[in-house]
């Protein structure tokens, strides 16, 4: 697992698969190294689903995120100063940093999740959940 403080370099892109999956694709940078040598290292991530949809509006290009990425690899790309390489990833959670703002967005999503997991838990539960004892003593 990969976690890093990022700041977005561009508005996020939102698509929708041939099989109707929706992904938010987020481009975003963080530095590395100090002075002289500091330089730039892009990141290009991937958070699939509705919870994508749901937080597009509020990923804009600046906005700083910590990201906690899985699959991660490394691409080549040809950019303005030539040949560089940035990593990707699929994001498995993330959290807003920086502004009020953000952190009343972040507060808003995470209720947003909550009442998703439970919605879906509910969904998956199995029928006649419902008929277990109330006495169980554990």
């Known amino acids: 697992m990969f976690s890093k403080l990022i700041r977005l370099g561009k508005d996020p892109e939102l698509a929708t698969t041939k099989t109707g999956k929706q992904v938010l ?4 940078a963080y530095d ?3 002075g002289d040598s500091k330089r730039t290292q892009w990141i290009e991530c991937a958070l699939w689903g509705d919870r994508g949809a749901k937080v597009a509006q509020y990923m804009t290009k600046g906005t700083q995120i910590v ?3 899985d699959d991660l690899e490394s691409d080549a790309y040809e950019g303005k ?4 390489s940035k990593l990707k990833g699929r994001v498995v959670s ?6 009020k703002d ?3 967005v972040a507060q808003q999503t995470t209720q947003a999740y909550h ?3 439970q919605q879906q838990a509910q969904q998956a539960a199995p029928a006649g959940s419902d008929d277990f004892d109330d006495d169980i003593p554990f």
């Open 25 to 28: 694709r987020i481009i975003g």
């Open 32 to 34: 590395i190294g100090y």
């Open 67 to 69: 990201v906690n990425l």
């Open 81 to 84: 100063n030539g040949i560089g």
């Open 94 to 99: 993330f959290e807003f940093a920086g502004s």
């Open 102 to 104: 953000s952190e009343q």
């Open 115 to 117: 009442k998703q997991g």
